[in-house]
């Protein structure tokens, strides 16, 4: 339990640094960066970034100039191309994977149970961040599929009830996952 509980910022602040970068390369302007939620303990902006760590540090967030609006601005999330806001919405995702690859990786020939649940944590929560749920990452270029394939009502339906049911069965493996590890770990070592 400890491990997750100094893993989880990092891997939150890794994740969405991931978005801020890509989003920042795609020419998307990043209004706020933050790791946590609530009432910031930290916060300084930098260019026309507010960046901040919050003491709620179950979550975090990369808010995106004119991510759920209509505006002229070039500089907005909605006038950039299909592609560019896939790339920004799998940028974190794509961290967490990388990170928790290159940590599962060492884990085993330095023999760090620490390192190998800082991986698998990674990886969990990286492709949990898959799924087309809303606050999650999947749900741009998914319920965008969705739509292209059904229809804008039926697909957002169909993809809603995909994602209730993939989430709850994710997160149930997540939370069943606990005891496997440590008897996973035993046996490799």
Same mark, same amino acid.
């Given at each position: 339990?400890?491990? /997750?509980?100094?893993?989880?910022?990092?891997?939150?602040?890794?994740?969405?640094? *991931?978005?801020?970068?890509?989003?920042?390369? %795609?020419? %998307?302007?990043?209004?706020?960066?933050?790791?946590?939620?609530?009432?910031?303990?930290?916060?300084?902006?930098? *260019?026309?970034?507010?960046?901040?760590?919050?003491?709620?540090?179950?979550g975090?967030? %990369?808010?995106?100039? *004119?991510?759920?609006? &209509?505006?002229?601005?070039?500089?907005?999330?909605?006038?950039?191309?299909?592609?560019?806001?896939?790339?920004? #919405?799998?940028?974190?995702?794509?961290? &967490?994977?990388?990170?928790?690859?290159?940590? @599962?990786?060492?884990?085993?020939?330095?023999?760090? /149970?620490?390192?190998?649940? /800082?991986?698998?944590?990674?990886?969990?929560?990286? @492709? %949990? &961040?898959?799924?087309? /749920?809303p606050?999650?990452? *999947? #749900?741009?270029?998914?319920?965008?599929?969705?739509?292209?394939?059904?229809?804008?009502?039926?697909?957002?339906?169909?993809?809603?009830?995909?994602?209730?049911?993939?989430?709850?069965?994710?997160?149930?493996?997540?939370? @069943?996952?606990?005891?496997?590890?440590?008897i996973?770990? &035993?046996?490799?070592?």
């Amino acid at each position: 339990m400890k491990i /997750f509980l100094w893993a989880l910022p990092i891997i939150i602040m890794t994740h969405e640094l *991931g978005h801020l970068l890509v989003a920042k390369w %795609c020419g %998307c302007g990043v209004d706020k960066f933050s790791v946590g939620f609530g009432k910031p303990a930290l916060k300084k902006k930098f *260019g026309d970034t507010i960046y901040q760590i919050t003491p709620w540090l179950l979550g975090g967030y %990369c808010a995106l100039r *004119g991510e759920t609006q &209509n505006t002229k601005d070039p500089k907005a999330f909605s006038n950039l191309s299909y592609g560019k806001k896939v790339a920004i #919405s799998l940028a974190g995702v794509a961290v &967490n994977v990388i990170i928790g690859s290159i940590a @599962l990786y060492l884990a085993i020939p330095l023999e760090s /149970f620490t390192l190998w649940v /800082f991986g698998y944590y990674n990886l969990a929560i990286g @492709l %949990c &961040n898959l799924l087309p /749920f809303p606050a999650l990452d *999947g #749900s741009y270029p998914i319920l965008m599929l969705g739509e292209k394939i059904f229809g804008k009502e039926k697909g957002i339906a169909i993809m809603n009830k995909l994602v209730t049911w993939g989430f709850i069965i994710v997160m149930a493996l997540n939370i @069943l996952s606990i005891p496997l590890l440590v008897i996973y770990w &035993n046996q490799i070592l």
